[in-house]
């Protein structure tokens, strides 16, 4: 199973459930923030919005 096959299975795995995507990386950055120190928090809400920003382009194909 190459690359290719992995990132097929998550596009399909996905569909359809990109809202749920969401509020899992909305989860998923709260908990490292809260790990984390204070200077790290914009970069954390800077790689969820790239991620939520990807989730919406996939939902477009």
């Known amino acids: ?3 290719d096959d992995l990132v097929s299975k ?3 795995a996905l569909q359809g459930h990109e809202e749920q995507a969401k509020d899992a990386l909305d989860r998923a950055a709260g908990v490292v ?3 984390t ?3 790290t928090d914009a970069k954390v809400d800077e ?3 790239k ?3 990807f ?3 996939q939902k477009k194909h």
């Open 55 to 57: 989730l919406d382009q």
């Open 51 to 53: 991620a939520k920003d």
């Open 10 to 12: 998550a596009k399909g």
């Open 33 to 35: 923030k809260s790990r």
């Open 47 to 49: 790689v969820v919005e």
């Open 37 to 39: 120190d204070d200077g």
């Open 1 to 3: 199973m190459g690359i």
